[in-house]
């Protein structure tokens, strides 16, 4: 089995140490955050009320270490993980263009040297910026060339430009180049529903709203033609939003079709031809029925720890495992080897 989405807990004073000039040793940064906030909801209030004990309400210095990843993939039965990032998941939102390189090369580098070589069975998503593609794709090969245990790019769904503009052609260009996958991780500013009154409203419409506007908009701009050899993986709002986005998308091919001369296949195609991976709630119930819609191939487990509390991690994976409607081949395939296949390892 390997957790194909887990999380860390960025320390920004130990990444300070990583950035370089024009930057480094420029104390004033430490006065602000490095990454913009997510939206105007303050999670880790609203976890301590409620008394939810995800990983927002949890003592960041404990949670997320090396050492305590590795104990929690021991008692999961897990080999290994793919670290995301948590504060640095606001990359996309960066507005200064010198800032969002060095911030993002401090990152990788921290991330490496505090996960990566601890351990090889922690492997690393890498940040880039992306309001600077020809930045983003110097960093990207620096990555790919310099820091072991990098497996792929992360990019936001809360990103200024939609993800098929021709703006990004380039960052992806450089994922086809290095044979490396980019992930399209949900959230993010510009998605969160900023008309809603209250925060439950937000987190529940969130990451799906975000990933179905980011896929349809790369599909119909052309993306996955364009780039039909890189891996592309959306992560952490689960498949129900797919499979409402995949009739929407036909729907709309079958009538619209002459504002896509880029595509040569029908949106089914694209999502079933085994170039677009997704993860899957273990939970859902719709779950067998997207596994008959889009086959098992392409679906992945994720622990989501450390913003998931450890036994509830266990709680889950424990209840995924005892599902009696769906095949155990599909259990393994989503519990580690399509991850495998994803990230190359």
């Known amino acids: 089995m390997f957790d194909a989405d887990g999380h860390i807990f960025e320390s920004q004073t130990e990444i300070f140490k990583f950035l370089e000039d024009p930057f480094r040793g420029k104390t004033n940064l430490l006065h602000t955050p490095f990454f913009p906030a997510f939206d105007d909801w303050n999670r880790t209030a609203l976890s301590i009320a409620g008394n939810y004990p995800e990983g ?6 404990e949670e997320g270490k090396p050492e305590q990843w590795l104990q929690v993939l021991d008692e999961l039965g897990m080999e290994g993980t793919v670290l995301y990032p948590t504060a640095a998941m606001t990359i996309g939102q960066v507005k200064e263009q010198d800032w969002a390189a060095a911030v993002s090369t401090a990152y990788n580098n921290w991330l490496h040297h ?16 992306t309001i600077n593609p020809r930045q983003a794709a110097q960093e990207m090969r620096r990555v790919a060339a310099e820091l072991k245990g990098m497996v792929g790019f992360f990019i936001s769904a809360g990103v200024q430009r939609p993800l098929g503009d021709r703006f990004y052609d380039p960052i992806y260009a450089t994922a086809r180049e290095l044979n490396m996958m980019i992930a399209v991780h949900a959230g993010g500013p510009g998605h969160r529903l900023d ?22 908009h790369m599909m119909f701009s052309g993306v996955f033609e364009r780039f039909s050899e890189v891996r592309f993986a959306f992560m952490e709002a689960g498949i129900g939003w797919l499979l409402f986005n995949l009739d929407r998308m036909e729907e709309a091919y079958e009538q619209w079709s002459y504002e896509t001369p880029e595509l040569t296949r029908s949106p089914r195609e694209y999502l079933t031809g085994g170039q677009l991976f997704f993860h899957c709630e273990t939970d859902e119930m719709i779950l067998p029925y997207a596994i008959e819609a889009l086959g098992d191939a392409q679906l992945l487990y994720a622990s989501d720890y450390p913003h998931i509390a450890p036994d509830e991690v ?32």
Do not use: V, W
């Open 114 to 129: 505090k996960f990566l070589s601890e351990n090889p069975r922690l492997k690393g998503m890498a940040i880039i910026p």
């Open 195 to 216: 008309m809603m009154d209250r925060a439950i409203m937000a987190r529940c419409l969130g990451h799906p709203t975000s990933q179905m506007i980011q896929m349809t």
């Open 56 to 61: 927002s309400n949890s003592s960041r210095g």
């Open 314 to 345: 266990a709680s889950r994976l424990r209840k995924f495992q005892a599902r009696e409607d769906l095949a155990a081949s599909s259990k393994a395939r989503i519990l580690g080897d399509n991850a495998r296949r994803l990230y190359r390892l």
